[in-house]
């Protein structure tokens, strides 16, 4: 990860607004530790600190040992450039609705002035209309109509894998694999033709589509040396099989 | 939402193997039904059913009720023409590696054509050597590479949120023509496991890694049902030259 990309993750801040359930606090602790994320702060949180809080943060409780605890949302927001509130209701449609992509675009280009708020409404009732009028958009995810109940743990964790995606920019390489050169793979293939030929499966008078078919089959994956080396000791195996008889 | 998109992701199939934890699948239940998803498959659960997940799937109790229990990952992939495993673990690379919007989009392809499944591993020690080989595919939510556990039902939930998301653009490729399903690449593999030990190149006394190494060469790909003839096919003359001797 670029030093640029955790600098702008670490303006991002996750704020839970008077959440009921400490589990669903460590939860969220955990969820933005995996997507590089750490400053939470916690307005009126019924309970915390709390040993659910703990157990359901697992190896993120250093964020909850660094999380501030505030009375008003307002008190939470101090220092940020960008509040945006988080809600699945519609009754909240009165700011500007943001898909979630959308909603971190904005906090990560905002994110390199200063810090952003993302806000996270009670479990039963979301955000007040007071809190709502903190944000400066709001950002909602997409959900099912019939049940869009996002537990709150679950929807921070959405909403950080989002932010961590857009922030790498789809920097994601493929695993580095010991591949096969071009030759290698001819002369497997020359030898695949041969010991076809010789245990009576392949007839040279009439190949048909046989050894195209085969080569279509292995060019779709990028064989590896050991590969190789496993497939040509399987036809020396049947070769020397079949010179026994 | 379009008849389409809900269509594609009815046919995915969320399995969960070797769940420790029950307030996990409950987590994963609500996750996937507000995502839309509803087929949840559960390999050898630790506890199921159980109150824990009952609470924490809240709304989503009717996955529960619905999931459907089996002893191994074979059998909850009856009927799939794809399984994309997750991971985490480097160990794993050996797969071709898909971020979750890949995935999503491989998985959303296939799903025209039949169900799909995305394998979870246990909480713990994720999928298996063996699990890993009912994969064709792997998936993994790019994370902080410092603290990249993330809980079993989040993980869940970011999945079904990326399926989602990408159900709705319903964009996609047409679905591999001709795919053979997973029973019939499993009867390849038992056929080119017995053909390999009747030529005396596998050695059952001492297997080594020859079948997981032969597993992972064709997981890379998907191969066809013709495919499949012409490798048995294959494997059936050398048997029979193996008999003339």
């Given at each position: 990860m670029h030093a640029q990309s955790q600098n702008l993750l670490s303006n991002i801040r996750i704020v839970l607004a008077r959440p009921s359930h400490p589990g669903n606090i460590g939860a969220a602790a955990r969820a933005m530790k995996t997507m590089g994320l750490s400053d939470l702060w916690l307005v009126s949180p019924k309970k915390f600190p709390h040993p659910d809080a703990e157990a359901m943060a697992s190896g993120a409780v250093d964020l909850l040992d660094c999380a501030t605890v505030s009375d008003t949302l307002e008190a939470a927001l101090t220092g940020c450039v960008l509040a945006i509130g988080t809600s699945t209701r519609l009754r909240d449609l009165q700011a500007a609705l943001l898909a979630p992509e959308d909603a971190a675009g904005k906090a990560l280009t905002e994110a390199q002035a200063g810090k952003v708020a993302i806000v996270f409404g009670n479990e039963t009732f979301g955000l007040s209309k007071e809190e709502l009028a903190c944000c400066q958009a709001l950002m909602t995810i997409p959900a099912n109509p019939d049940y869009s109940s996002l537990n709150l743990g679950a929807a921070v964790q959405v909403a950080a894998y989002v932010l961590r995606r857009m922030a790498l920019e789809e920097n994601f390489a493929e695993p580095e694999l010991d591949a096969a050169d071009l030759e290698e793979v001819e002369r497997f293939y020359a030898h695949l033709e041969q010991t076809l030929i010789r245990i009576g499966?392949?007839?040279?008078a009439s190949p048909k589509r046989l050894m195209p078919k085969l080569r279509r089959l292995f060019s779709r994956t990028r064989l590896q040396k050991e590969e190789i080396n496993i497939l040509r000791g399987m036809l020396s195996a049947m070769e020397s099989t079949k010179t026994l008889r």
């Open positions: 499966f392949l007839n040279p």
